[in-house]
């Protein structure tokens, strides 16, 4: 009986991954961070946003795209991804860059010249 449980019991064992797949799967992520980093930059320069409202902005569109993106996979991650932290966390920080170059290109834009 005692090898027939040990034979059941698969929760020891690591869950197989296709990193094709998986890669596949972040693309879009990464790609849609990229995007929306760029119109919020553009947006937080047209709206005059300055010193710690603009980043405080960047962050709010951040949230809202991974709830955007968890809802686009039926809040079920699992079967996409290896984790939640691949839809809810990662890019965040690769987009702030473009998000900073865009701010400050509207703002002077706008605003200074």
């Given amino acids: 009986m005692a090898t027939q449980d040990k034979r059941s019991d698969t929760s020891d064992f690591p869950e197989i991954v296709n990193t094709d797949n998986l890669q596949s799967n972040m693309k879009p992520i990464y790609y849609s961070r990229t995007f929306l980093s760029i119109i919020?930059?553009?947006?937080?320069?047209?709206?005059?946003?300055?010193?710690?409202?603009?980043?405080?902005?960047?962050?709010?569109?951040?949230?809202?795209?991974?709830?955007?993106?968890?809802?686009?996979?039926?809040?079920?991650?699992?079967?996409?991804?290896?984790?939640w932290n691949r839809v809810l966390l990662d890019g965040i920080l690769g987009g702030l860059m473009s998000f900073v170059l865009f701010w400050t290109f509207a703002y002077d834009i706008v605003h200074i010249f």
């Fill in 40 to 83: 919020g930059g553009v947006i937080a320069g047209i709206w005059g946003f300055t010193g710690f409202t603009g980043f405080v902005f960047y962050f709010v569109v951040m949230l809202a795209a991974s709830f955007g993106l968890a809802a686009k996979a039926k809040f079920s991650a699992d079967s996409y991804f290896d984790s």
